[in-house]
């Protein structure tokens, strides 16, 4: 068969929208703003219910590199776990919540870094990280299973986003 569209893109290397879009998430993720929006903002010990798929931390993919998984896949599936904890954040606000904006912004980055995925195939990422993204959008309600502060969902996202872009993007971990 045809090699892959990622064995063409190089598959290692971070397109150059990922880098720039990553950079404004980072800007959008500082401290400051995921401790007032994702915490002051919400009720004392607030937590949001996700899948157990939907927590991504530096942990698993540390585990998941050493299992060999390219880091394109790990980053497809960074980007389905936290676009999803941020709809799973939204769907908890009312449009006159204080964080409701700064939601809709992150979404906004995460919807245009989908476009950067969409040439992304299942077939070219490893069945591992494939099965992971399928649990994370197959799955009913019911099967949520894990309380998390929205803090904690956007920290991941952020410790995560640098391990896997800090150096092909060049992010300065400010």
Known sequence: GCPGVLAVLGLEAAAPGECELTRL?????????????????????????????????????????????????????????????????REVLPEKHPSWKYTQELCQLFDALSEEYSKYRQTDVEAVVADLVKLIHSAGAESRSKAVRPKALLDNCLKVMRMLYGVPCELGIR
Do not use: C
């Open 25 to 89: 998430l980072q800007d959008k993720l500082q401290y400051e703003m995921r401790l007032q929006y994702m915490k002051h903002y919400f009720p004392i010990d607030y937590t949001v219910q996700v899948q157990y798929e939907e927590v991504l931390r530096p942990s698993n993919i540390t585990r998941l590199r050493n299992g060999t998984v390219s880091e394109a896949a790990l980053r497809y599936l960074w980007f389905h776990v936290s676009s999803q904890a941020v709809l799973r954040i």
